[in-house]
């Protein structure tokens, strides 16, 4: 019996320590969880963030704009108003206005042989470069017939026949009352070119043609610049305007002022010995003594 009893209070006591046991053991697994949860990481707020207070003088930014891709406009570049004729082969040039026509060559010749005023050497010979015509519009509702502006060159003249003209020179003060006064002759300086000059007029009362011819020589030739300008008198039938023939020389010789005229290269002369030519007999050498 006492053996049965010490058991049985040997079974009490291990039961109430394996009580103990399992309740310190919750109290472990207890304080272990509760240790997890505090490690781990709050979840985030999901409240909205408040919106900055926005100033009415401030203006809203504008979006960004999107660069196209443009093909750039060619821009037109206006042309000169004038035009520089230049001649080579005898050096010469001059500037005139592109709306002005030009001449040269040929139509040139045909140009001013067809004017009432014709070229003014003492000799014949004189060939025309060029010649620049104002538009027949310059001057409505007047009596303008042409204004023209030509170079022409004689190269068989000396240059003392250079500095005279075949025209009579008369004198345009006394041109509208039928005499033939002659005038003096008269000299422009033209840049470093000095230019012999002279006025004819030509016809009756209004129907005139008033020419200035000026002469240099140069390059061994006698060049020639004239400025011409013909009216045909349809005031007196028309009733229109007797044009001012001043305005229109002014144009006219705003073109002779741009003249210049280079040197060119003199044309090279070939020398040639007769075939017939007696050749120099060789002169015997004297033998050393």
Do not use: W
């Amino acid at each position: 019996m006492a053996h049965i009893n010490r058991f049985n209070t040997v079974s009490n006591i291990a039961g109430k320590n394996a009580g103990t046991l399992l309740f310190a053991a919750l109290l472990i697994v207890c304080a272990i969880t509760v240790g997890c949860s505090k490690d781990n990481p709050q979840p985030a707020s999901t409240q909205t963030p408040a919106t900055p207070a926005v100033s009415s003088n401030v203006p809203p930014a504008s979006p960004p704009q999107q660069t196209e891709n443009k093909t750039p406009k060619k821009v037109a570049r206006k042309r000169p108003s004038t035009v520089t004729y230049t001649d080579k082969t005898y050096g010469v040039s001059f500037q005139y206005p592109r709306k002005y026509a030009l001449e040269t060559g040929d139509a040139a010749n045909e140009l001013i042989a067809s004017s009432s005023v014709p070229m003014n050497f003492v000799q014949p010979g004189g060939v025309a470069l060029a010649a620049v015509a104002l538009p027949d519009t310059s001057y409505p509702g007047t009596d303008f017939e042409s204004g023209l502006f030509n170079v022409s060159i004689n190269k068989s003249l000396t240059e003392e026949q250079c500095g005279a003209f075949s025209v009579p020179q008369v004198d345009p003060k006394t041109a509208d009352s039928g005499t033939t006064a002659k005038a003096p002759l008269s000299k422009l300086m033209l840049g470093d070119l000095e230019l012999q000059s002279v006025e004819n007029i030509a016809g009756e009362g209004s129907k005139q043609s008033d020419a200035k011819y000026f002469h240099v020589f140069q390059n061994g030739a006698c060049y020639e610049f004239a400025v011409k300008v013909a009216t045909n008198g349809s005031e007196n039938e028309t009733g229109g305007r007797h044009v001012n023939r001043d305005q229109v020389f002014q144009r006219l010789e705003k073109m002779l002022a741009t003249v210049k005229i280079n040197p060119t290269a003199a044309p090279e002369v070939a020398v040639t010995t007769p075939k017939d030519a007696p050749k120099e007999a060789a002169t015997p050498e004297t033998p050393a003594q």
